[in-house]
Every structure is written in C-alpha cells, then in structure tokens.
C-alpha cells in the first residue's frame, strides 16, 4: 500500500468502504430512540431556525470534547461541570449568539436554559448539556428564548434531525449530517452526526460543534476514549482559518437500544465503533473545510514517510494553514515551492529530522518535485485540475514511515469581506434579537445615484431581449449561491429580460455514482456514460437538480417551469463520437430545438428551465453536455446574451498567475484553442461559445459562479466581473 494511502487508513481517516460500515441518509434522528427539533427561537432576526434539541428519553452513557481555548463560552463552561457525569440525556444548541464574555449573566442565562429544558423534559437539570456558537460579547435575548423554550421541547420528533442540523448554521452555508450502520457483537447499531463549522477552525479543537448519537450499548469511559482518539484524527486536523473558536464543543450520547454487549474494554467491537464515529467525524471535517468562510475549493493534505505520527500531523496541519498556500489554491497556482517551504520551515523552527530535499510533491496526483529538483508538468493542465472543487496535495517524505491527512480550503476575497464586516453586520435590536445589518442603506446618496444610474441604463437596454445561462459549478452546491442565483434569475425577469436557464449537475452525479460504487471517466471533460449509469444520470439531472432548481426559482415567483429535452422533442440528438474516435456511450450532440416550443413558453413569462437529457433516434435517451445545449438554445431563440457559469473568474492567459482576460474576440479563441491553452471543461465550452457566435449571439459571457450574484454584475455595471467573448471587440460601457 502506498504511504498516502496508509495515511487514510492509519494516522488518517478510516475509509467508509470497509466492509464494517455501512453509510446511511439521515440526521441525528436516524438513531433509534432519539428526538430533535430545530425551530426560530427569536435569537436571529428573519424567522431562521436558531435553537435546536436532540433529546434521548432512555438514559444515555455521554462524552464530550471541549475546547482548549482559555476564553470558554458560558455554554461551555456549564457543560463541562454536566458532563463529568457521563449520564447526559438532552443537548440545547443554539446560533447567532456565542453567549461568551458576557459575564455573571452569561453564566446564569446557560443554568437557567439547562433547567429549564430538564423541567420540561423531567430529568435532572446536570443531564443537560448546552452549546451555543455566533457572535461573541452580546447577550442572549433570554425573554425570547424563555418563550421559545416549551415550542422547542414540544416540537421533538423522531424526524427532527434535519431541521436541528439547520439551526445550529452560522456562517455556514449548508446543514452538515450524516449517519453509519455498523455490526456490534451481532446487533446492528446506527452513529449519527450532526456538525455546523465554516470559519474559526483550527486544531485543539477544529469542530466548532459536532454532536453524535448511537444506539450502540457502551460505557462511558470506552465512548470518551473513542471520542477523544476520533477528534484527534479528524477534527484536529481540519483547519480553515487557524484561529481557534471558544466554544468548540464535540457531544456524544450513546442510549444502548441496539442490545449489543456493553462495550467497556479494548477489542474488535471498540475498534468497530472507533472506525465508524472515524469516518463519520473525517466526512464532517471534509465537509467544513470545503464549506469554509469564502471558500470556492476543499483541500486535503498528506504527508507520508514521516519520522512520527506527530510530525506527520504538525506538517500536514503546517501546509493547510500557510496563508501562502491557501492563496495559491483560490488562484489555482501549482505553487509547489510554497507546500515545500511551509514544510521546511515547520521542520527547522521544531527541529524535526526532515530532510525536505528528498521529499517528493504531488499536486492532484501530478509530481511537481522529486529527487531534489522541479518535474516539468503541463502547466496550464494542472491549473484547470486545480479549480476543481478539491484538490489533493501530497507530501511524500523519505524519514520515516508515519502518514497524516489534514485538511482545509482556500484562502478567499470572501473570506475577508465576511470577516471585515462580521460584528459591524451584526446589531442588536431592542428586543434583544441579533439581525444583519444591510450596509447599503449607509452609503453616501452620491454613491447610490451613480450606482442606480449604471444601472438602470442598462436595464433600459436589456428589456425584451433574451438572455441564456447555463448554471454549474459550485453555484449549485452551495445553498448561499444557489439563493443568489435564484434571486439573479428572478431580477432579470423583472426588469423585463426574458432569462432562459440550462443546468448541469456533474457534482451531484459524481456523489451519486460514488455511492453506488461506479466511478466516471471523462475525456476532454465529457464525461463516458454507458447504458447503466445513464438512469442514474437521468434522475439526477431531471428528477432532482431540476426540480428543486425550479422549486428555488418559483419561491421568488419567478413562474419556472422544469423540462427534460426530451419533453415535446426539446432537444433532438445524435450519438458524439469523440474527435479522437473514442466511443464515449450514451452521449449526444443537439441536432434540433423545438424553437416553437420554448418561445411560447417565453410569450406567457414563463421561465424555462432545462435539463440537458436530449431524446435520440429510436426514443433513445442521451446525456449531452449543458455547454453544448445552452449554445443551441441561445442560437435558436435568437438569443442577444448566452451566459456560462463557472468555477473559474472566467477566461485566463496562459500567464504564471493566470490573470482574468476580460475581452476576447472569437479569432483570439480560436488561436488559444489552436495552442492548447485551452483544456479540459474549459475546452468543451470554449467550442460551444464559437458556435453560439456563429450562430449570431452577440456576447458570450464566462463568469465566476463561486461569487454571488456575477449575473447581476456583470450585466448592469460597466466594468463587469468576468470575461466577455464576441465576434468583434467594442467598448467596454456598451451594453
């Protein structure tokens, strides 16, 4: 086995395919025996959920891990007297306000919540734990939470799980869940995790909060044992920020209803349950790294061949939080130099036999650095790789045989536009409710006037023409984008644009596969489908993403209507041979739209939303690439503006740092695609954009999909935000 692969296995993270675990849809409330509840408790403003409960009626064994950051939340401080007990029977979570540095009331308020929950609940106020996360130094609005408290407890179900995960968010952009069946002395037993984390991760302890429940019959001293070993390997080696928050809380109730043997000494059923709570705590780490404050990518760092498990650990956390390396990631820069260096220099301040010059490096599977000396690679090959949404960064060492897996993100413009303005956003309104601050309402009316001005001119200029877009990317993974674009979507059309939207879907497919085993193949970014996962594709793409794309769209009254290319023939297609002859399967190219069709469907203001499944000779389904679909739309309907959202700032040159090309002429894209400057996806829509130009669309617009709402601005202000691509350069103000 391979040293990074041990890394997973050993010092790393178990991996969920071994045959002892099994993976599980579901919350908290998966676990047998176990209630939740998530509901607004009046802490935020807006009516978000904000109090959550998770709640066990039989008598539970607990663990719990706390952070080691000396500025302790009340929360924090009143479980960690509750916990010593290891008999907790209900955990109160609680957003938007940390409840720290408040305090003798700060302390009292989280006694007061403990108490009031175990009076409800008819257990002793000390089987009570609390956690809270949010704004640090502001004071809980006890009068609302007083209230809220009876709702809460009334409100605990056994299918809670989903809306407890959503009320302990933050920053976060997404509830993060997920559960495990595992083999226990002969009793299945199910673990489940619930976890917010999106900003203030750093080792000793990276969770924020992480709560977990099973079934699974054990002692508390076996679950505190396995909780600690599990936090070490995971959570303690997440990092996004590398500051420390101060009320990082990792909770675990274990009700014993799965009717194993009472795990209480070391043995194959403890190693069982270590692994799984692992796993479960590896996928949580996973999650948050790649959900960190502004992040556009995940990144997982290896070190192998270390001279010991903490070395190992210390240089793999090292290269996760170099500043340095995490800016190279939002640049997809192959920096080899500053992974080797964050190495080196960990190594020469600790003291810690390494020698850097010969260690090999790896930057997604592609060795940069071996034997002492660069490797050549194909620059621009890589950069594409890197603006994937994870990218894998490998260390081998030649010290040692210790392996460690850390993981974290980029280093963003949005990591630093949430942070600037976190408390200055953040007000406390009369009644004590936390609220958003909406920032433009301070701007100068001089600074309003000319931004409405830009505007409207613009607005003026785009009513009644058609605007294709082509959504993708990490606009459809994260919830905060996928709002923005919806809210885009829904703008256009009032300000009398006629927005048409074709959507991918390649993330949610890959999870899809993944889970049943089936990994895809892609050439030149198309990906190979064969005659099996072609279902599986289909469903994703027209019985999942569209439908709650359509569902986003018309909670703002944006009248969406969802269709399949293959509804009233949409969408003909032919089989795509690859122009290499590779046979890529069930693949098509658009051969004909139904213009009539969709033009209808403009004429009575509704918005088509389109997935791209095309119907074949002989009623045959085929996949086709979004790209290519939105190009034969915009074409058809005469469209003035087709519009690609992507997980890049749009064209770059082939310079080292990869600057954004705001203009480019069709000529000039030929002549990159002719040099092979262009790969892989970028490829594939680079051809559909020449298509779409000969066919007479104006403008072609490539934008960051990463950054909310780049429709908006790059079509209603004069420098815009990504790349413009047309027959002819013109002025950069035209419309």
């Known amino acids: 086995m391979e040293r990074a692969d041990r890394a997973r296995h050993g010092a790393g993270v178990p991996l969920s395919r071994v045959p002892e675990i099994e993976w599980l849809d579901g919350g908290i409330t998966a676990v047998p025996g176990f209630l939740a509840a998530g509901l607004a408790g009046g802490i935020k403003a807006g009516g978000k959920k904000d109090m959550a409960l998770i709640h066990s009626p039989t008598p539970t064994r607990s663990g719990a891990v706390f952070t080691s950051n000396q500025v302790k939340g009340a929360p924090v401080q009143v479980s960690m007297e509750h916990a010593r007990s290891g008999a907790m029977q209900a955990i109160l979570a609680s957003s938007g306000c940390s409840n720290v540095c408040t305090g003798e009331r700060g302390v009292k308020d989280a006694r007061e919540m403990a108490k009031t929950v175990a009076d409800l609940l008819h257990i002793p106020t000390a089987h009570v734990l609390i956690a809270a996360t949010g704004v640090i130094g502001v004071p809980l609005p006890m009068d609302r939470v007083r209230s809220a408290l009876p709702k809460l407890v ?8 989903h809306a407890a995960a959503e009320a302990i968010m933050t920053t976060d952009t997404r509830p993060k869940m997920a559960a495990r069946e595992v083999v226990l002395g002969g009793k299945q037993a199910v673990i489940a995790c619930i976890a917010k984390g999106s900003g203030m991760l750093a080792p000793q302890l990276a969770t924020t909060l992480a709560i977990v429940a099973t079934d699974a019959a054990v002692t508390p001293r076996a679950l505190q044992e396995v909780l600690g070993r599990a936090v070490q390997k995971t959570f303690n080696m997440l990092t996004v920020d590398g500051e420390m928050s101060t009320n990082d809380t990792v909770l675990a109730l274990a009700n014993g209803l799965a009717g194993n043997p009472r795990i209480g000494e070391a043995g194959p059923d403890l190693e069982v349950l270590e692994a799984a709570v692992s796993d479960l705590f590896g996928e949580m780490a996973r999650a948050m790294a ?13 070190v192998a061949g270390a001279p010991s498990d903490e070395i190992a650990r210390d240089c793999a956390r090292s290269v996760a939080s170099s500043p340095l390396v995490k ?20 190594a020469g301040s600790r003291g810690w036999p390494i020698d850097p010059y010969r260690a090999r490096v790896a930057v997604q599977g592609v060795t940069v650095f071996d034997k002492g000396a660069p490797v050549e690679f194909e620059r621009d090959a890589l950069k594409a790789r890197m603006r994937e949404t994870r990218v894998d960064l490998l260390i081998a060492l030649a010290d040692g045989e210790a392996c460690a897996t850390a993981w974290g993100c980029d280093l963003s413009y949005d990591y630093i536009r949430i942070n600037a303005d976190y408390t200055s956003m953040i007000v406390q309104k009369p009644d004590g409710m936390l609220a958003k601050e909406e920032r433009v309402a301070n701007y100068s009316p001089a600074f309003k006037r000319t931004l409405l001005v830009e505007a409207l001119k613009y607005i003026s200029a785009f009513s009644g023409q058609i ?5 993708g990317g990490a606009a459809m993974v994260k919830e905060s984008l996928k709002e923005a674009f919806a809210e885009d979507v829904t703008l256009l059309k009032r300000v009398g644009l006629k927005p048409v939207v074709v959507h991918g879907g390649a993330l949610e497919i890959n999870r899809t596969l993944e889970r049943l085993g089936e990994r895809s193949e892609f050439v ?32 703002r009254d944006a009248g969406a209507v969802g269709l399949s290319g293959k509804d009233g023939r949409l969408l003909e297609a032919q089989r795509l041979v690859h122009e290499s002859g590779r046979d890529l399967g069930q693949v098509g190219e658009v051969t004909a739209v139904n213009t009539e069709f969709l033009r209808m469907l403009l004429e009575k203001d509704y918005v088509p939303v389109i997935s791209p499944i095309g ?16 190009a034969h739309v915009a074409t058809a309907l005469g469209a003035k503006k087709l519009i690609y959202l992507t997980d890049v700032a749009g064209l770059l040159d082939s310079s080292p740092d990869g600057e954004l090309v705001r203009q480019v002429t069709a000529d000039d894209l030929r002549r990159r695609l002719a040099a092979g400057s262009i790969t892989g996806g970028m490829k594939i829509k680079a051809y559909s954009i020449l298509e779409a130009l000969s066919g007479g669309v104006e403008r072609v617009h490539i934008l960051d999909g990463r950054q909310p709402h780049t429709v908006i601005a790059e079509l209603f202000t004069d420098r815009g935000v990504g790349t413009l691509v047309q027959l002819q350069p013109s002025a950069p103000a035209a419309p």
Do not use: C, H
Request: net charge negative; hydrophobic share 50%; aromatic share 4%.
């Open 154 to 161: 009334k409100a605990l179900s056994p299918q809670g799980g």
């Open 290 to 302: 790649a959900d960190g404050e502004g992040a556009t990518r995940m990144a997982e760092v290896v």
């Open 327 to 346: 800016a190279a990631l939002f640049g997809a820069d192959p920096n080899w130099g500053r992974v080797l260096a964050t190495v080196g220099a960990r």
């Open 467 to 471: 605007a294709v877009i082509k959504y």
């Open 524 to 555: 030149d970014g198309l990906r190979v489908t064969d005659a099996a996962s072609l279902p599986v594709i289909e469903m994703v793409l027209t019985g999942k993403v569209n439908q709650e794309l359509v569902a986003l769209l018309n909670a």
């Open 615 to 630: 119907l074949g000779p002989g009623g045959v389904s085929l996949s086709i690439n979004a790209d290519d679909v939105a």
